[in-house]
């Protein structure tokens, strides 16, 4: 099983991103998708979920109205799609797939909001 993440970078105050987060090895719609991001010194945060077949989704308040998470099951892929960014969201992204007992991390995308 692999999960990657991808999409993560520099961006300005105010700016855009979406990240991926594609997963081999698994039948990838059955599982749910977690985005939790953590920096140095603080818990890891929960960001946003999605169920398997993507009608469900919640968001920490911290983000609402600001980030979007989706999927394309077709690509075995997931998505976080953020907007309106703050250098408070700075943080290494990551991506939790998982079903029952079973959950695949991947390895994290840093996001860094700067000017």
């Known amino acids: 099983v692999q999960v990657v993440e991808s999409g993560g970078g520099l961006v300005q105050p105010g700016g855009s991103l979406r990240l991926s987060c594609a997963a081999s090895?698994?039948?990838?719609?059955?599982?749910?998708v977690r985005w939790y991001r953590q920096t140095p010194g603080k818990e890891r945060e929960l960001v946003a979920v999605?169920?398997?077949?993507?009608?469900?989704?919640n968001y920490a308040d911290s983000v609402k109205g600001r980030f979007t998470i989706s999927r394309d099951n077709a690509k075995n892929t997931a998505y976080l799609q953020m907007k309106s960014l703050k250098p408070e969201d700075t943080a290494v992204y990551s991506c939790?797939?998982?079903?029952?007992?079973?959950?695949?991390w991947g390895q994290g995308t840093q996001v860094t909001v700067s000017s």
């Open positions: 090895g698994v039948t990838f719609s059955t599982y749910a």
């Open positions: 999605i169920s398997s077949g993507g009608l469900t989704t």
């Open positions: 939790r797939v998982h079903l029952g007992s079973r959950a695949y």
